[in-house]
């Protein structure tokens, strides 16, 4: 078993996200090896986004089947782990990726575009996602965004951390929806992955100045992120502006 793990494929990885992922990978290997096809990282450590310490490190396993004994072998991994930023990885089968291409394409285009398969199987690289899908989960998703926003300003009540705490999450979130809105637009170009590209590719695709999410990107670097209340109202002001304007051109795309 240990000769299988040697053969983790941590080119490129960032060291501190090197040594997390390999003693994770080595503990799921060697716990649950009958069931495992393969482990891939995503997210912001693939993208020269990634702050160690601050952010995440997530990761996909996928199962030739899911039963709650393997479960049980992944949760108590995940509970030292935790403490390291490595989030619970998600967990899939290769026919569950398949038959739910259509209902998350928005996340089936991101792990696409943005993963390393360190160990077996590569499921993500070949991905089909189809554009009408794409289309209709990011008009969904927007929308939903508007609820979300209107449901924590009134939920803040004026409170200026809760709203600070808002514009962080909501932030988060965007980035994925980005890539697939400018996926929609430029099918015959490849979606930028890193922060930084992604709000410069949206401004030249869709015509419109991203300033404001840079704000809150340097907001987020910063060790105790704080905002005046007039600074959070015009930040909120500013998003909910933004994501309203995007529902409306997703809702006008042709299908």
Do not use: W
Not at 30 to 43: C, K, N, Q, W, Y
Not at 169 to 184: D, I, K, V
Not at 221 to 226: G, T
């Amino acid at each position: 078993m240990e000769n299988q793990v040697l053969r983790l494929d941590l080119t490129g990885l960032a060291p501190p996200v090197s040594e997390i992922i390999c003693a994770f990978a080595r503990e799921i290997e060697a716990g649950i090896h009958p069931h495992l096809e393969s482990i891939a990282v995503t997210g912001s450590c693939l993208t020269g986004d990634y702050l160690p310490g601050k952010s995440d490190i997530n990761s996909v396993l996928v199962l030739t089947h899911v039963t709650l004994p393997v479960l049980d072998v992944i949760a108590t991994s995940g509970k030292r782990y935790g403490k390291k930023r490595l989030r619970s990885p998600l967990i899939m089968t290769r026919e569950y990726i398949y038959r739910s291409l259509d209902v998350f394409p928005i996340e089936f285009l991101d792990m696409k575009l943005i993963h390393q398969t360190i160990y077996g199987i590569d499921h993500f690289s070949q991905l089909e996602i189809d554009k009408s899908m794409l289309r209709l989960q990011c008009e969904r998703d927007l929308k939903a965004r508007l609820i979300n926003l209107r449901q924590g300003y009134l939920s803040s009540a004026g409170n200026n951390k809760a709203l600070t705490a808002l514009l962080l999450e909501a932030y988060n979130g965007f980035f994925p929806l980005f890539r697939a809105m400018f996926h929609l637009v430029q099918i015959h170009k490849q979606p930028p992955v890193s922060k930084s590209s992604v709000l410069l590719a949206l401004e030249s695709a869709f015509d419109m100045p991203m300033d404001i999410l840079r704000e809150i990107q340097a907001l987020k670097e910063k060790s105790r992120p704080s905002l005046s209340p007039a600074q959070a109202h015009r930040l909120f002001s500013e998003v909910y502006r933004i994501t309203d304007e995007f529902s409306l051109k997703m809702d006008k795309l042709p299908e």
